[in-house]
């Protein structure tokens, strides 16, 4: 996972490092297609015969993976596993963790209802334990839940809440998502001067992490103010970067 997705590391430590191993990005990636299904299975066996650490942070630790590639019902499989694990430790952190994942992939799999259930409580949960980063994880996933519902004064304030604690915590990755998130909902409010700022913004955050997947979705979001305002050339040369990128990087959401 360091070697496939280097700047986000929204994962647990593992100690010492192998010395052996993929370390670039497409090797890694290679890697993790080959071995998903053991991956998978790995997480299973471990919350079910007594080892509920492993499956905890196994499955925080392939969650971006499954996401981006996507593999929803693997991304789900792997986070209930580490639900019932983490409560079973006692690791309210952990809950917050797994509820938050298990809330994302209904969302992306369009059940709102439930979606919004489980980042509810992931969200609770955060703010009882102080987990400031995940916390703004979680409200911008909630964002992303208000902008599927049509409700966008919410989406737009909890992506301001989670910018701020983004910043205050030093996390890029989730700074750039916040902003791209602004902009999205400027250019939903057809207010394409507004959007252009974070927008931009966001991708020079991007670019000063060398992270694809980001600035994938970055040029994509630029090219939907410029395709608001009209201007078609600047459209297509952003959403042919952006697609070009996501192909790169392998990210087969955002390609879509």
């Known amino acids: 996972m360091d070697g496939a997705f280097p700047e986000e590391r929204r994962r647990p430590g593992i100690g010492a490092k192998p010395s052996v191993g993929p370390t670039d990005s497409a090797r890694a990636k290679a890697w993790l297609d080959a071995e998903r299904a053991n991956l998978v299975a790995a997480t299973s066996q471990a919350a079910e015969d007594g080892w509920p650490r492993h499956a905890c942070d196994l499955a925080q630790t392939l969650w971006l993976y499954l996401m981006t590639a996507p593999h929803y019902t693997e991304a789900m499989s792997t986070n209930r596993h580490a639900l019932e694990a983490a409560r079973g430790l006692g690791d309210r952190a952990a809950e917050g963790d797994a509820l ?44 992303s839940v208000y902008w599927s519902c049509g409700r966008y004064e919410l989406f737009s304030l909890h992506c301001r809440r989670a910018l701020d604690i983004f ?14 998130n602004l902009s999205m909902v400027y250019w939903r409010w057809h207010r394409y001067a507004e959007a252009l700022d ?59």
């Open 167 to 180: 910043r205050a915590a030093g996390d890029r990755v989730g700074e750039y998502t916040a902003l791209n």
């Open 198 to 256: 974070p927008a931009q913004e966001a991708l020079a955050v991007t670019r000063k992490m060398s992270y694809g997947h980001g600035e994938a979705n970055a040029l994509n979001t630029l090219s939907l103010v410029y395709l608001g305002w009209g201007r078609f050339t600047e459209t297509l040369e952003y959403t042919e970067q952006a697609l070009a990128l996501a192909c790169e990087v392998g990210d087969r959401y955002s390609e879509g």
């Open 100 to 143: 938050t994942n298990i809330g994302s992939v209904y969302w992306r799999t369009g059940r709102l209802d439930e979606a919004m259930r489980y980042l509810d409580r992931a969200l609770a949960i955060r703010r009882e334990v102080g987990d400031r980063a995940g916390e703004g994880w979680t409200l911008n996933n909630l964002a």
